[in-house]
């Protein structure tokens, strides 16, 4: 079977894909990413001690609302009507860090894959932003999908991240 990009029309042009044929399914996605920082910034996050606030609360708001705004931000993305948005954020001191993961889900016709990456972007940016007074030294790392189900292609899931020399 041969895959082709679904975002180019016969000429190469970018095209919006017509979805109005496909059959309305439940689809979910689920997508994953991490914020490196200093042990001494992670503490004063968890703390809630930060200058600009809760970190980890303004993070979860900015990610939800960004995935309800993916549309806006990617071109030929189309407007979702969401039926759930979580993100969920944890403290990793071996990072040391936060991870966050984010599931966005739907009864629809398309997939909501880039509403879940575009939480987890956006939710990683904001922990940055709050908390670059003290470290801006902080790496966003390992934004992926990790799971998506639904639709006709039904369930797909990573495999564990590839070590370096192994990826192409």
């Known amino acids: 079977m041969k895959k082709t990009l679904t975002h180019l029309d016969k000429t190469g042009a970018a095209s919006m894909v017509d979805v109005g044929a496909k059959a309305v399914t439940e689809r979910i996605a689920i ?7 200093r042990a001494a910034t992670l503490d004063l996050v968890v703390s809630g001690n930060a200058r ?6 303004a993070a ?3 990610g939800i609302m960004a995935a309800k705004r993916t549309h806006e931000l990617i071109p030929l ?5 969401l039926t759930s948005v979580a993100i969920d ?3 990793d001191t071996d990072l040391p860090g936060l991870r966050v993961r984010a599931t966005a889900r739907l009864a629809g016709k398309t997939g909501v894959e880039m509403e879940a990456l575009t939480a987890v972007a956006v939710a990683c940016l904001t922990v940055y932003d709050m908390a670059k007074a003290v470290d801006r030294g902080m790496v966003i790392t390992g934004i992926r999908l990790i799971e998506k189900r639904g639709g006709k292609s039904g369930t797909w899931k990573a495999k564990e991240k590839r070590p370096r020399e192994n990826r192409k």
């Open 60 to 62: 979860r708001i900015a």
């Open 77 to 81: 993305a189309h407007p979702l009507a």
């Open 52 to 57: 600009k606030g809760d970190v980890i609360g």
């Open 31 to 37: 997508a994953e990413g991490a914020v490196t920082m």
């Open 89 to 91: 954020i944890e403290p």
